[in-house]
């Protein structure tokens, strides 16, 4: 597998060099049960569940993306934690979610975080290194040093550090991250976006005595008790970029105000217990209409998982 080598503005006399392959490596042994129970490294606690996506009216007059224009469009979901999180209190949830049409699959992977924590592979791989134990032992001090040192990492540390505790599934946000450029269907040219899906029933966060008094695992059990009761549902908006703001590096925050487009309304339905917990989801997976994003991290992303996925086979 080619190499990918970039400087390090922190090492100035070394050369750090990752690949997905040492970067999958890494995610093994952060989480040393996944390769032993042949389970997913990264995002490993999760459930499954099915709906439907509507695309709003308008949007095909909007975007030509020609999976949009077909009603209603099968939506396969899986919610997870970051990372190998165990405890639902921990901050960072995930969705992947693919939309599948007779003819096209659109996968996006997000999280309930619009900034990533790495701009580039760099970073990424250090990201991880560093936490691996040495000797037994997590160096502790090096990654206080080097998160107050990076600023994607500090900058992602802040911004986590303001965020709540999700209280449901139902309640959380989620953000593409990576900009990707969707046809325009007046110009036929292709225009920088993220994307968001809002929760229709808002969004909620745990109070502090919230906090304490539930345990490990309510994330599930409430999805659990909510689906029986009825469908819960997200409004999913494209975000347009504004002239100056940075679409090649996923830890930079788009601020202030910005056009906005409701693409549609994903409907979830269904609990599909653990059924796609092995699955692979690939955001390289796009329909015809939207291009994907031009960061140095995308690609690897779906390198990364490619080699986690045939691990675990």
């Not at 909510?226 to 996923?250: E, G």
Request: hydrophobic letters at 35%; a positive charge.
């Amino acid at each position: 597998m080619k190499k990918i080598l970039l400087a390090s503005a922190f090492f100035a006399s070394t050369l750090m060099a990752y690949d997905a392959e040492q970067i999958a490596d890494m995610f093994f042994k952060l989480n040393p049960k996944a390769e032993q129970n042949k389970i997913k490294p990264n995002h490993t606690k999760g459930f499954c569940a099915s709906g439907e996506f509507i695309p709003s009216k308008d949007i095909n007059n909007i975007v030509d993306i020609d999976l949009l224009k077909n009603s209603p469009i099968k939506a396969d979901l899986r919610y997870s934690l970051g990372g190998g999180e165990m405890n639902d209190k921990s901050k960072t949830r995930g969705l992947a979610l693919n939309l599948n049409s007779d003819k096209e699959t659109w996968t996006m992977v997000m999280t309930n975080a619009e900034i990533n924590f790495a701009k580039d592979v760099d970073e990424f791989g250090q990201f991880f290194e560093m936490k691996l134990p040495v000797n037994g032992k997590v160096d502790t001090e090096k990654i206080k040093r080097l998160t107050n040192e990076v600023d994607s990492y500090r900058n992602y540390a802040a911004y986590t550090a303001k965020m709540g505790i999700s209280k449901s599934v139902a309640n959380t946000p989620f953000y593409s991250t990576h900009t990707f450029f969707v046809k325009d269907a007046k110009t036929k040219k292709n225009v920088a976006v993220k994307w968001k899906f809002v929760p229709v029933e808002g969004v909620k966060n745990l109070s502090k005595k919230e906090e304490k008094s539930f345990g490990n695992d309510f994330l599930r059990a409430d999805f659990e008790k909510r689906i029986k009761a009825k469908p819960f549902a997200y409004d999913m908006y494209l975000i347009y970029a504004n002239k100056n703001d940075v679409i090649d590096d996923t830890t930079a925050l788009w601020t202030g105000e910005h056009k906005e487009v409701l693409v549609g309304r994903l409907e979830v339905k269904k609990n599909e217990q653990d059924s796609c917990n092995q699955n692979v989801y690939f955001p390289s997976n796009l329909p015809s209409g939207v291009e994907p994003p031009k960061d140095p991290l995308f690609d690897l992303r779906n390198e990364v998982y490619a080699i986690t996925f045939g691990a675990r086979q």
